[in-house]
Antibody, heavy 121, light 108 residues
Framework: EEQLVESGGGLLQPGGSLRLSCAAS????????MHWVRQVPGKGLMWVAR????????NYADSVKGRFTISRDNARNTLYLQMDSLGAEDTAVYYC??????????????WGKGTTVIVSS | EIVLTQSPATLSLSPGERATLSCRAS??????LAWYQQKPGQAPRLLIY???TRATGIPARFSGSGSGTDFTLTISSLEHDDFAVYYC??????????FGPGTKVDLK
């Protein structure tokens, strides 16, 4: 079964840092672009970042640019999100997702269950 | 940035009824639009991609249509398992990736 499992979430104070991990099983992430998406409890989905297969291309939402860094270790089959200078507005459930080419374009088709980040003093 | 608008925000229906959800884009996204279903405490699940193609394992009661700026997700006959929030996502211009705000389908 193709699966993604996030970890690393927690409670931390404003200004702090955290690294999230996303371990894949049942497939190799080396063949896929990978994404992070977040969701404030009770609110909608917000795309955060993506990375291509060979780490040469990364993109970020404006709200996290310069503070978050997406990376991957294809040998470990794991995706990461380094989050620095965290603020209350970053409180959310963070999901990792696999992108896969389907017919005409690429879509996020496998998602993890998410890990919760709470930023509060 | 392409903005997606979904309507209605909430749709209150009974099992067996037809659900029609709308997603409108601020500019053309061709047919590069997906629909996701999310239940409380769960990750989103891909239902429809390329505007009208059902993802693997998705029942035939789910159908998508549209192109350009106007898209529709139809659930032909609601089952209890279908009460959830539905999001659209455009893949025409990335970054940034943009989701719609969601439509909640709840039990009347």
């Amino acid at each position: 079964e193709e699966q993604l499992v996030e970890s690393g979430g927690g409670l931390l104070q404003p200004g702090g840092s955290l690294r999230l991990s996303c371990a894949a099983s049942g497939f190799s992430i080396s063949n896929h672009w990978m994404h992070w998406v977040r969701q404030v409890p009770g609110k909608g989905l917000m795309w955060v970042a993506r990375i291509n297969t060979d780490l040469s291309t990364t993109n970020y939402a404006d709200s996290v640019k310069g503070r978050f860094t997406i990376s991957r270790d294809n040998a470990r089959n794991t995706l990461y999100l380094q989050m620095d200078s965290l603020g209350a507005e970053d409180t959310a459930v963070y999901y990792c997702a696999r992108e896969r080419h389907l017919l005409q374009h690429d879509y996020m088709d496998v998602w993890g269950k998410g890990t919760t980040v709470i930023v509060s003093s | 940035e392409i903005v997606l608008t979904q309507s209605p925000a909430t749709l209150s229906l009974s099992p067996g009824e037809r659900a029609t959800l709308s997603c409108r884009a601020s500019q053309s996204v061709s047919r590069y639009l997906a629909w996701y279903q999310q239940k409380p405490g769960q990750a989103p699940r891909l239902l429809i991609y390329d505007a009208s193609t059902r993802a693997t394992g998705i029942p035939a009661r789910f159908s998508g249509s549209g192109s350009g700026t106007d898209f529709t997700l139809t659930i032909s006959s609601l089952e209890h398992d279908d009460f959830a929030v539905y999001y659209c996502l455009q893949r025409y211009i990335w970054p940034p990736g943009t989701f719609g705000p969601g439509t909640k389908v709840d039990l009347k």
